[in-house]
């Protein structure tokens, strides 16, 4: 029997681009007909691991982080928004809206894993974030998605006073970091291929058939 592709997908809750190339990337499994042949795994990434509790104001942080103006960041949102309806994903940027810190969510999607629920619980904290105008930082929310995917919520919140859990994470983020991942989303396919970026459906396609036959 062949080998499944083993997909990782290096990603944050907070990323635009990471929920738009995983639609791209399941696009591409779907109409391949390959769900039963494939892998997945999402891997931790915090692209602001210091961001305050308080979070920081989406235009004020565009500006600060990649020297955007306020047009730049209302066309990039319109241009994030568009791609987005083309995969049945909506953005619903605001004014006001907050990018937040994601430690706790990805402790959260560490002890989903464990129970196969990860990729049901992180698309859950993607619509929370972007189409539902939710801070995903915040515990009740956190509890709210927790309970949505049907995990075990006292189970859950417990992993996040634990300096265990805590510690796991920023080791895994520390692996990728010091194998040269520095932008997400990056999908690495069976250890071999890596692509960085939110790939268009015909790419994923291509490395997927590629893989398919060396599985």
Known sequence: MAEKIRLEIISDVVCPWCIIGYKRLKTA????????????????????????????EIQAYGTR????TA???ARNRAMITKLGEELEF?????????????????????????????????TQLFYSFFSDRQDISD?????????????NVAEGLSR???????????EQEMHWYNTGISSVP???????????????IAVYKQILTEQSKLS
């Open 29 to 56: 499994i779907l109409e391949m007909g390959i769900e039963d042949k494939v892998e997945l795994q999402w891997q931790p990434f915090e692209i602001n691991p210091d961001m305050p509790a308080a979070g920081e």
């Open 65 to 68: 982080k990649y020297g955007s």
């Open 71 to 73: 047009e730049e960041g």
């Open 90 to 122: 909506k953005f619903d940027f605001f004014n006001g809206m907050k990018v937040v810190n994601t430690r706790d969510a990805h402790i959260l999607l560490d002890y989903a894993k464990e129970l196969g629920l990860q990729t049901k619980l992180n």
């Open 139 to 151: 515990r009740q929310i956190l509890e709210q998605a927790l309970q949505n995917v049907g995990l």
């Open 160 to 170: 996040l006073d634990d300096n265990g859990a805590r510690k796991r994470i920023l």
């Open 186 to 200: 990056t999908v690495i396919i069976n250890r071999s291929e890596v692509l960085t970026g939110a790939q268009p």
